[in-house]
């Protein structure tokens, strides 16, 4: 583990997936098109991921 110039320990972020996958639901999305007005839209699913923010090292004061 290295130190910073302030002496405090460098923390190591790293992100574990756990599920992806896509929740299919059909639904209206607005979106701004080039005259300032709003396009309506169907869109038929969202992608979903769950991920944990792991953090090692030395955590303490």
Not at 21 to 34: C, N
Not at 49 to 59: A, E, F, K, Q
């Amino acid at each position: 583990m290295s130190t910073t110039s302030e002496g405090k320990a460098d923390i190591n972020h790293s992100l574990v997936k756990i599920l992806d996958f896509r929740h299919f639901e059909r639904f209206f999305t607005f979106s701004k098109s080039d005259r300032k007005t709003y396009k309506k839209a169907i869109t038929d699913g969202v992608n979903v991921s769950v991920v944990l923010d792991m953090v090692c090292g030395n955590t303490s004061k």
